[in-house]
């Protein structure tokens, strides 16, 4: 059954994933398995600070895992509408209240740390969505028939070691 | 006071200011992303150094070189273990700690802990510790930087104090937004040309080594030794190896030290930034030991040898290059002691006041506790400096010294040995730390000839094995902890250097991906 989620843009399309895993050293064969996505509560703040020097305010993109509750700072990105089976997506663990919950917390940490500054800043919601992110999943085998899989980010193309049990998804 | 020093001390802080009007208007820090030291627009080396720069307080300006001038190349044990230490530290706790703290979901260095060990009193011992032990450090910037002030300014010492005091507690404030990459860096370069100047201009006083030696060796030969001023430490290995452990794993103790472990996403970018540290440290860790060395002929009437580096640098440099190179001095313990007083603030409020007293404490509430808590250690701190400073380089060691005998062997059997266990790891915490204590205020390291690094260490160590062994059956680590250690450290046959360039900031939607597939 298909469903209508909102999607990070993919910059990283199946090639491109095999491509980036074959750049390493080794003798090991990358190869696509198949395309899933992540649920995330992505929001997007403006922060304002009253400084000696008048006003500030910085952007500040929140994106937190909605099936550990955990959060982390983003770059802005699109997002899109997209068409996709229910079998591809992650099912979310969290609820979006927690989910805010985790990124007022975080968002507090993150801005005193950053910005090396213990002034209490405004933060105004400017964009709120639950979005998901689209991952590949790469299986590698070697000669000897050794095999392990790849979690490839298809927005950044960074990767992860995925600890699957079983070859066939 | 110089004025061509004054004049030029003002200079820098007025270059430092254009700076970070230039990057904010540049739209360097529009965004948060912007703020990271560490992140995408900044590469490694740049990283490194600013890290490094950052990191080098007040200690190695006062601390360090007043102990090579008390008791000559004695000293230079405490720098041979700083050589290696981010090398060190690296490699014991590196990639596994990033991975497990990403898996565990922490923030903070103490909510790590609590997570790895799970019990309530696991944040608040560590907690407490950390706040109490970290005061001491910030007390060290404090008297460092009022010193500092008070031979540039001419000043008496506590109107001095109270400046340095002033602008450490406004920089903490309101610090945000002059303290991008780019000052840091900026900054980093200063201190890099200023120490590089003081080096050459000391060695070129005393007419290259051999005849600096000579000169030393005409005061008091004992200088020469490695077991210091008078033999003091002759054949004390376990002085020695204390000295050595001190600023090599010592620092593993820091919780602000931790904190940037945790924060680096892959093996790759640890490894160059563990490399450009160890050349960086290679030279700026051992000049101003060398300095003070070099101090005991150039300032030889010295009253207060704190002041040392100081000294030295106010004798041979050109007045607008002292002017300069005390700024970026002055900046670096600023630097230092606003990130120990974040680091401070952040663990009362999250790790202590929320976690314990109002678990739905707003952020307003949050703030302001931290606000309090550094504005109490800024009072508590002045008066302190003020009535009985203690020396630098002590304060300094005995801080490194309780807390890295508290929370090294916890942090490191985190990841590398599956049954530490709560008890373990409480007992640890607490025996290391209360031995280091107690070793260096009873006067037992001068009694034993035992370091209070090595002693807190040895007993830290003993401790977490032995509870956590014999209460494994009443204590088991639980399942989803040893999974995630698991987790942390599977390397299997996967290339090395596929290895090396993981992302662990991927690895929550790796094990989330991987729960939901796996049968």
């Known amino acids: 059954m298909s469903k209508d989620v909102h999607v990070i843009s993919p910059n990283i399309d199946r090639n491109k994933a095999a491509g980036l895993l074959s750049a390493y050293s080794g003798s090991f064969l990358p190869q696509v398995q198949r395309l899933i996505y992540y649920p995330y509560l992505w929001i997007h703040y403006l922060y304002s600070v009253k400084t000696f020097l008048g006003h500030r305010s910085i952007r500040a993109y929140i994106l937190v895992d909605l099936v550990h509750n955990i959060a982390s700072t983003a770059d802005a990105f699109e997002h899109t509408l997209l068409s996709t089976e229910e079998e591809s997506l992650i099912r979310a663990k969290t609820s979006v209240e927690d989910a805010r919950k985790t990124a007022e917390t975080y968002l507090l940490h993150s801005a005193i740390h950053k910005m090396k500054t213990l002034l209490l800043p405004s933060a105004v919601v400017q964009e709120e969505q639950v979005i998901y992110k689209p991952f590949w999943i790469v299986r590698c085998s070697d000669r000897r028939r050794r095999t392990f899989h790849i979690l490839v980010d298809g927005i950044t193309g960074k990767h992860e070691i995925l600890n699957l049990q079983g070859d066939d998804l | 006071m110089n004025p061509i020093v004054l004049v030029f001390l003002i200079f820098y802080y007025v270059v430092v200011v254009g700076i970070g009007f230039w990057a904010v208007r540049k739209g360097g820090a529009k965004d948060l992303e912007g703020y990271l030291l560490g992140g995408r627009k900044v590469g490694p080396l740049v990283t490194a150094m600013t890290l490094q720069s950052t990191s080098m307080s007040g200690y190695m300006f006062l601390g360090a070189g007043s102990e090579g001038f008390r008791a000559g190349y004695w000293a230079i044990w405490y720098a041979v273990g700083d050589i290696g230490g981010g090398v060190v530290n690296l490699s014991i706790i590196g990639r596994r700690m990033r991975k497990l703290s990403k898996i565990l979901g922490s923030l903070t260095s103490i909510e790590y ?79 890099v040309i200023g120490v590089v100047w ?111 580096i100081f000294e030295v640098a106010n004798k041979l440099l050109p007045g607008a290059v002292v002017g300069i190179v005390m700024a970026a001095i002055m900046a670096a313990i600023m630097s230092t002691a606003d990130s120990i007083l974040l680091q401070v603030g952040t663990i009362a409020s999250r790790d202590i006041f929320q976690r314990f007293f109002k678990p739905d ?57 599956k049954k530490a266990n709560t008890p373990g790891a409480i007992s640890s915490i607490i025996g290391g730390a209360a031995i280091a204590f107690l070793w260096n205020v009873t006067g037992a390291a001068a009694a034993t000839a035992i370091h209070p690094m090595f002693a807190g260490l040895v007993v830290s160590i003993v401790l977490i094995f032995l509870v956590s062994l014999a209460t494994q059956k009443s204590s088991p680590v639980p399942g989803h902890i040893l999974k995630a250690i698991d987790e942390a450290a599977k390397v299997g046959s996967i290339p090395r250097e596929m290895l090396a360039s993981a992302d662990a900031n991927l690895s929550n939607a790796a094990r989330g991906v991987a729960d939901s597939l796996n049968p």
């Open chain 2, 361 to 417: 404490a707003g952020d307003k509430q949050m703030v302001l506790v931290s606000r309090l808590l550094v504005l109490l250690i800024g009072v508590i701190g002045f008066v302190v400096a003020l009535l009985q400073p203690p020396g630098v380089f002590s304060i300094v060691v005995f801080t490194t010294s309780v807390l890295g005998s508290a929370f090294l062997p916890a942090y490191v059997c985190a990841v590398w040995w």
């Open chain 2, 198 to 308: 003081i080096f050459g201009a000391s060695l070129s006083y005393v007419g290259g080594w051999t005849a600096a030696n000579e000169a030393i060796a005409q005061i008091d030969p004992t200088y020469l030794s490695i077991w210091g001023k008078g033999l003091q430490y002759k054949n004390a290995w376990g002085e020695v190896a204390g000295a050595v452990l001190i600023f090599s794993v010592g620092y593993m103790g820091w919780p602000h030290v931790v904190t940037r472990h945790m924060a680096m996403s892959s093996p790759k970018t640890a490894r160059m930034a563990g490399l450009y540290s160890t050349l960086w440290n290679l030279f700026f860790v051992t000049a101003p030991y060398i300095v003070g060395i070099l101090a005991i002929i150039i300032v030889p009437n010295l009253g207060d040898p704190e002041m040392a």
């Open chain 2, 113 to 191: 802990l609590e997570n790895r060990y799970p019990h309530a009193a696991t944040r608040l011992i560590a907690g407490i510790l950390t706040i109490f032990f970290l005061f001491f450090y910030v007390l060290a910037q404090f008297i460092a930087g009022g010193k500092g002030m008070a031979l540039v300014t001419g000043l008496p010492y506590w109107v001095s104090l109270l400046i340095a005091v002033g602008i450490i507690m406004v920089y903490t404030y309101l610090g945000g937004y002059f303290a991008v990459a780019y000052t840091d860096f900026f900054q980093s370069i200063v201190m």
